[in-house]
């Protein structure tokens, strides 16, 4: 393909100079049908023998690859513009307890940079009122063993110190298997 055509041919002749033989790259290529098609080119520099190196790879197609990978990139963009403008909280926890994703709302809500949560989530905790922590923090689990739970608790600002009260929807995020991977949420202020 022209827009290829460049950024391929230099990859092959970094290769031939490199020394070390190998050349990895995506391009696509055109069909007799008069159009292209993904490929995935792969091949080492072979040093046996006099006369010059000869080449040995594979061309394989991975049209439907670049198809899929395309459509995930349009999907998180939506995702994306969703979550960065709406006034609910979103959020995502993996299996391993750390956030993932943390919405710009929650810096209206909460009162402190998202930044600082998603590098600890005990700062979040912290915010929690003490009379609702130890019922909030028993929620997470349930949403990894499958449960959808919906809470209400208070919270303290972090710029203010103002009570605020919070409705919590909790989900869990399965993957193709059916495990439960990630655990997300919609958190609004209902003061």
């Known amino acids: 393909h022209p827009d290829d055509r460049d950024a391929t041919m230099a990859a092959w002749r970094e290769a031939e100079e490199s020394g070390g033989g190998a050349l ?3 391009h696509r290529l055109g069909g007799t049908d008069g159009g292209h098609r993904w490929f995935a080119t792969r091949a080492l520099r072979r040093r046996d023998g006099p ?3 000869s080449w040995c790879g594979t061309s394989t197609e991975v049209e439907e690859a670049h198809r899929m990978e395309a459509a995930l990139r349009e999907s998180e963009a939506q995702f994306r513009s969703f979550a960065e403008a709406s006034p609910a909280v979103l ?3 993996g299996e391993g307890g750390g956030l993932e994703y943390l919405s710009p709302a929650y810096e209206q809500v909460w009162g402190e940079p998202r930044e600082a949560v998603m590098s600890d989530l005990r700062r979040w905790a912290d915010r929690l009122h003490p009379d609702d922590r130890e019922a909030v923090l028993g929620e997470l689990p349930r949403v990894f063993r ?3 739970v919906v809470a209400e608790y208070r919270i303290r600002r972090g710029t203010d110190g103002a009570e605020r009260w919070i409705r919590d929807v909790g ?3 399965r993957d193709a298997g059916g495990r439960v991977r990630r655990a997300a ?3 609004q202020d209902i003061t």
Do not use: C, K, M, T
């Open 146 to 148: 499958g449960e959808r």
């Open 24 to 26: 990895r790259g995506d």
């Open 51 to 53: 006369g010059p190196p």
């Open 91 to 93: 959020w995502i926890v």
């Open 185 to 187: 949420g919609l958190a």
């Open 171 to 173: 989900f869990p995020i």
